[in-house]
T-cell receptor, first 115, second 113 residues
Framework: KAGVTQTPRYLIKTRGQQVTLSCSPISGHRSVSWYQQTPGQGLQFLFEYFSETQRNKGNFPGRFSGRQFSNSRSEMNVSTLELGDSALYLCASSDVVGGGNTEAFFGQGTRLTVV | DAKTTQPPSMDCAEGRAANLPCNHSTISGNEYVYWYRQIHSQGPQYIIH???NNETNEMASLIITEDRKSSTLILPHATLRDTAVYYCIVRVRSNFGNEKLTFGTGTRLTIIP
């Protein structure tokens, strides 16, 4: 089974621009979560999608948004980029079996640098 | 999700067992203990999880105290490739479609040759 695939792996953007990151979960997994990792704040939860619906959201401004498609692939978008948005963005996929989430499997991440 | 407390760093000699402690004194009855690790600049990797019984898989063993307020992850024969940050997370598993992992600061484990 292929793992979680995130594209692109690296990205450099300018302040004020917007960016879209993509995540393809493990085949059959319906839940996709996004996390931001920075040296100062560590790993922080952004949001989670399950069957195309956002089920949970972390404490991030509205500039951060996402969506999930019918094939479970997910995208996250950050608008009006700020220098502080430079981070490793991680996607995790899991599924629900018997009413409970399976363990989450993470992709390699997209490293975003805002200059 | 309950908060966890881990030592910020630990060293272990190669070939020896690495024992990583985690305190989760406010854990609820329906919360599982999960362990992940993150090797530098990679995505976190799932290691093991448990509810109240001790668990073992090909990577590690998980020992949970009877009162469930603390646990220990054991890497039986540590290798240099086990150098990573290890995260202990408590998580409600029976929560349909509501996935959220709350990561603390973890323990930076360094395996010494």
């Amino acid at each position: 089974k292929a793992g979680v695939t995130q594209t692109p792996r690296y990205l450099i953007k300018t302040r004020g621009q917007q960016v879209t990151l993509s995540c393809s979960p493990i085949s059959g997994h319906r839940s996709v979560s996004w996390y931001q990792q920075t040296p100062g704040q560590g790993l922080q939860f952004l949001f989670e999608y399950f069957s195309e619906t956002q089920r949970n959201k972390g404490n991030f401004p509205g500039r951060f948004s996402g969506r999930q498609f019918s094939n479970s692939r997910s995208e996250m978008n950050v608008s009006t980029l700020e220098l502080g948005d430079s981070a490793l963005y991680l996607c995790a996929s899991s599924d629900v079996v018997g009413g409970g989430n399976t363990e989450a499997f993470f992709g390699q991440g997209t490293r975003l640098t805002v200059v | 999700d309950a908060k966890t407390t881990q030592p910020p760093s630990m060293d272990c000699a190669e070939g020896r067992a690495a024992n990583l402690p985690c305190n989760h004194s406010t854990i609820s009855g329906n919360e599982y203990v999960y362990w992940y690790r993150q090797i530098h600049s990679q995505g976190p990797q799932y290691i093991i999880h448990g509810l109240k019984n001790n668990e073992t898989n090909e990577m590690a063993s998980l020992i949970i105290t009877e009162d469930r307020k603390s646990s220990t992850l054991i890497l039986p024969h540590a290798t240099l490739r086990d150098t990573a940050v290890y995260y202990c997370i408590v998580r409600v598993r029976s929560n349909f479609g509501n996935e959220k992992l709350t990561f603390g600061t973890g323990t930076r484990l360094t395996i010494i040759p």
